[in-house]
């Protein structure tokens, strides 16, 4: 397999076509090399349009998720991030290259240190990969300038409301499958967040995440 084609087609007939059309973010894809992140057994398919498979039962995001989530967040220079779910520690590897300083919390402790190799091992240093349960955001650092959470909650819990900066954003995707959406949540100001729906997708659900209380009448 010729890598860079393949990274080529990945972002010319994934990526592009799922109005992913921020420079920046398109050049990012080249320069992190989304197949250091993908376990072995799965390196031909790192440029597939498909979930990876991780160790926990968890998965990989789609490039063209990954690359959308990012456009949609715009994290800037001296901004710092906070991902929930660090998974093989490749959002969080393409956030760094983005912000100041990532934040990840992961729950499982075979991800967190698949993370943390593959973060050493590309030479990433602004990310700290943190051992615990984020399904109710992380108050460690927080206020965020931007939060992603890599994976679906069926509600977004207030807490993580809480922890985002006045103009800050949260990328959540909300819903419960087969029909799931992720939202750009903006904090407008101390009380007030404006919201957009983005896309409709359908993605794992976080570990210990929220469930609304079910009312029987």
């Known amino acids: 397999m010729n890598i860079e084609q393949a990274r080529f087609n990945m972002i010319e007939q994934q990526i ?3 109005d992913v059309l921020d420079q ?10 989304r197949e250091d992140f993908v376990p072995a057994a799965y390196k031909n398919l790192a440029f597939v349009d498909t979930d990876i498979p991780l ?47 990532v934040t990840s919390v992961e729950i499982l402790p075979e991800l967190k240190a698949l993370a943390e190799k ?12 943190e051992l615990g349960n984020g399904a109710q955001g992380w108050a460690k650092g927080a206020p965020f300038d931007v939060i992603v959470i890599s994976a679906s909650v069926p509600v977004l ?4 409301m809480q922890q985002i ?6 990328l959540a995707i909300i819903g419960d499958a ?17 919201t957009v729906k983005l896309f409709e997708t359908n993605v794992k659900p976080l570990v210990m995440a929220t469930t609304p209380s079910q009312f029987t009448f």
């Not at 819990?157 to 993580?160: G, Q, T």
């Not at 900066?165 to 949260?170: A, P, S």
């Not at 087969?178 to 404006?194: K, L, N, Q």
């Open 24 to 33: 920046d973010v398109l050049e990012l894809l080249k320069v992190v090399k």
């Open 118 to 129: 593959n973060l050493a091992d590309n030479g990433v240093s602004n990310v700290t990969v």
């Open 165 to 170: 900066k006045v103009g800050g954003r949260i």
């Open 157 to 160: 819990p207030e807490a993580f």
């Open 178 to 194: 087969p029909v799931m959406s992720a939202h750009r949540i903006t904090r407008v100001s101390e009380t007030a967040y404006d």
């Open 55 to 101: 160790p926990g039962g968890e998965a990989m995001f789609t490039p063209k998720l990954e690359a959308r989530i990012l456009q949609e967040v715009g994290l800037k220079k001296h901004e710092n991030a906070l991902e929930i779910g660090s998974g093989s520690g490749y959002m969080a590897a393409l956030l760094a290259f983005k912000g100041r300083h």
């Open 16 to 18: 592009r076509p799922w």
